[in-house]
Structures are given as C-alpha cells and as structure tokens.
C-alpha cells in the first residue's frame, strides 16, 4: 500500500551535515506519522525522529540540536537534516510511515541508507 525510498546518505567526517530524503509511493493519502529509526552494528534498532501530520515532532535525546525532520506533504517525502555528526550517528538509517490500512494502523519501512561518520 504504502512504499518508502530513502537517499542522501553517505560517508561523512565527523562534524560535518547529511540530508537525507524519505519519498513515499502508493497509498500517501493514508499516511499519518513519518519518522526515521537507525540501527548501529550490533545494535537495537531505535527511533531517531518522527513527525505526524500536523506537523508535532518528536527527536530522540541524542539528537535533539542537531537533526531537523520535516516533510513536504505536496511531495510525499520526509527529510532529516542531520547537522554537527558523530562518530556514534554511524548507522543504518530506515524511514517508517504510518498509514491506515482497512482502517487498521500500518507501519511501512524504507531499504535504509547508510551513514558512516568517520574521519
């Protein structure tokens, strides 16, 4: 119903900005919440950021000043701006949407892209 590519990641020096893109196909009238979740080698996979469709933000506590989320509704994609990276921002990073489905909530998840900060 719903299908999400991300793009805009990358090898990145420590300090340095990526911004990557989340742009939904199929059913984009019924996504509500958008997000972006990441998941580090070895490592649980755990929410970075999400956005509903009124526009209500939420950032994980390690981001918080430094990753902007925001979604053009006009183009069903969402962005995170990722801004002063960390070698700890190395991960896996997958967009998540939430939809109805037979008016039953869905959740929809990206291939992820890459982000590796490292010097």
């Known amino acids: 119903q719903v299908q999400l590519v991300e793009s805009g990641g990358g090898l990145v020096q420590p300090g340095g900005s990526l911004r990557l893109s989340c742009a939904a196909s199929?059913?984009?009238?019924?996504?509500?919440?958008m997000g972006w979740y990441r998941q580090a080698p070895g490592k649980e996979r755990e929410m970075v950021a999400t956005?509903?469709?009124?526009?209500?933000?939420n950032y994980a506590d390690s981001v918080k000043g430094r990753f902007t989320i925001s979604r053009d509704n006009a183009k069903n994609t969402a962005y995170l701006q990722m801004n002063s990276l960390k070698p700890e921002d190395t991960a896996v990073y997958y967009c998540?949407?939430?939809?109805?489905?037979?008016?039953?909530?869905?959740?929809?998840w990206g291939q992820g892209t890459q982000v590796t900060v490292s010097s």
């Open positions: 998540v949407a939430r939809f109805l489905r037979r008016q039953l909530l869905s959740t929809a």
């Open positions: 199929g059913s984009v009238s019924s996504i509500n919440t």
């Open positions: 956005i509903t469709g009124g526009g209500s933000i």
